[in-house]
């Protein structure tokens, strides 16, 4: 992705070059309150995401990244639901618990590396740690 310009600048109203924000978030990037490394950073994942997941996709890997008292472990169900995060490499899982007596298996799952610095490039606004996550330079 290029470098956003913004229009008041002479930047293209082209759909590479925009991103719509709330009058809030607006006001706040014309005032400086929000960098343009922030938007830059916003707009990136939003793309990225956007090409390979949908709301639940990028909803359940923000759950993984809530803090948990213990490890979660869910049912194969539960792996099938995060399959896009696992296939992706953003997410992991490994057998938990292997219950003889009634068969059932249990998995512990959890983000990988590569989806905790996503995340956390994400939530940090910071446009190198975003593209070293994304895979780019």
């Known amino acids: 992705m290029h470098h956003l310009v913004p229009v008041s600048e002479s930047g293209g109203n082209t759909i590479a070059n925009l991103i719509a924000l709330c009058p809030t978030c607006h006001a706040l ?4 309150e929000i960098s343009r490394d922030s938007i830059y950073a916003w707009k990136s994942l ?27 472990e869910v049912s194969g169900d539960g792996v099938v639901k995060f399959s896009r995060l ?8 490994g057998l938990a618990v292997h219950d003889l007596g009634g068969g059932t298996l249990r998995y512990r799952l959890s983000l990988t590396d590569r989806g905790v610095h996503l995340i956390h490039a994400w939530k ?5 740690a975003l593209a070293k996550a994304q895979g780019g330079a």
């Not at 939003?46 to 979660?72: E, G, K, N, V």
């Not at 696992?86 to 899982?93: D, E, P, Q």
């Not at 940090?124 to 190198?128: A, E, F, L, N, T």
């Open 86 to 93: 696992i296939g992706a490499g953003l997410a992991t899982y």
């Open 29 to 32: 990037f014309h005032r400086g």
């Open 124 to 128: 940090s606004g910071d446009r190198v």
């Open 46 to 72: 939003l793309t990225s995401l956007s090409q390979a997941f949908d709301q639940r996709d990028i909803d359940d890997l923000l759950f993984l990244d809530t803090p948990q008292p213990y490890p979660l």
